[in-house]
């Protein structure tokens, strides 16, 4: 895991460049793409067997793991695949060469394979984050259940797979019925609260939501998904105060997890609190690049921004300043 140190020597010209990131596969050769995507693919059936019921920093760490295994597996083969036509080609001068596709215990001894698994990890992993139906779902589940979590109560059961079925198929005024049933059944059904704002959120009925993701806290004051969503609802009033507040309960709860502090970047600088919005997406950035979590782009760009508007207004000072505070030393390759 890198670490602080990493993060000594971001040029400014790289910096800048994050506000125009593009996936691999729109910049590199058609052979290179075809590659990653094709262990992106192998990953992304790796990645569906990865449980829903992960923290958000163990699912990237199992996403990870399934790019770095396939992109070491590809690595092996080829390797291989090297070894069988060197021996093809024997036959060439050795008239009684015998040619196999089955390589010995002794010829693999000899080989000298170096396998690289850094080698095209970020292009996959911009590609499975933009692709992988499974990667997305993982990356939006913060559904860690607690005591309230989940009803046993048979009705409010019923009622809330209901509204699952119903959000799942973009019908959110239905499921909004359903999930006030199941939470009339069981007032103390978490998840149902959670999904009923959800459902208001995406009506966007944002007065609403808030109300809902205040019930769960109520329930369940730790909730990820409630704090998490809460924030996002008064982001989308232009309710800025309140949602820098919001993450910044969440980040108590949660000091390690990186969207705490890339919500509260946001929030903070979009309400005009230019010095603690930049100082978190700092923090997030940092985060995000220590885990190889494929949110790091958003991060990238989000500072680009910032150092781009701050630079209009003649503030950049505020930018340095938080670059300085996390340890990151920004220089200019002209210089």
């Not at 895991?1 to 990493?6: D, E, H, I, L, V």
């Not at 094709?38 to 067997?49: G, P, Q």
């Not at 036509?85 to 002794?106: F, G, L, N, R």
Request: proline share 2%.
């Amino acid at each position: 895991m890198k670490t602080a140190n990493y993060f000594k020597n971001v040029s400014l010209t790289a910096l800048l460049a994050m506000g125009s990131f593009v996936y691999a596969q729109d910049t590199a050769d058609a052979d290179n793409s075809t590659n990653i995507k094709e262990m992106a693919d192998k990953a992304c059936d790796c990645a569906e067997k990865i449980s829903v019921n992960l923290t958000r920093e163990e699912t990237v760490e199992e996403i990870n793991s399934c790019i770095t295994a396939q992109i070491t597996s590809n690595q092996l083969m080829s390797s291989l695949k090297g070894l069988i036509e060197e021996a093809a080609k024997e036959i060439e001068t050795d008239s009684t060469a015998v040619v196999t596709d089955t390589i010995t215990d002794e010829q693999i001894k000899n080989i000298n394979i170096s396998i690289n698994s850094e080698e095209n990890f970020e292009e996959i992993q911009a590609y499975m984050f933009a692709n992988c139906s499974a990667v997305k779902t993982l990356m939006a589940s913060n559904n860690i259940e607690s005591k309230h979590s989940m009803s046993k109560n048979k009705k409010a059961l019923e009622f809330y797979y209901e509204g699952l079925d119903y959000y799942e198929k973009g019908k959110y005024d239905m499921a909004i019925v359903s999930y006030n049933k199941a939470v009339k059944k069981d007032p103390k059904f978490a998840f149902a609260w959670d999904n009923l704002g959800l459902s208001y959120r995406q009506m966007g009925n944002y007065k609403e939501a808030v109300k809902c993701y205040k019930k769960s806290l109520e329930i369940d004051p730790t909730g990820v998904t409630p704090l998490q969503n809460m924030a996002a609802a008064y982001t989308f009033m232009e309710d800025f105060k309140q949602a820098g507040e919001t993450y910044e309960k969440y980040i108590k709860l949660y000091p390690n997890d990186p969207e705490g502090y890339y919500g509260a970047g946001r929030a903070y600088y979009m309400g005009g609190n230019h010095e603690q919005g930049v100082d978190n997406m700092f923090k997030a950035f940092k985060i995000y690049s220590e885990t190889k979590s494929p949110y790091i782009s958003d991060a990238q760009q989000m500072l680009a921004f910032f150092y781009q508007d701050l630079e209009q207004k003649g503030k950049l000072d505020i930018f340095m300043q938080a670059a300085k505070n996390n340890n990151i030393n920004i220089q200019d390759e002209e210089e």
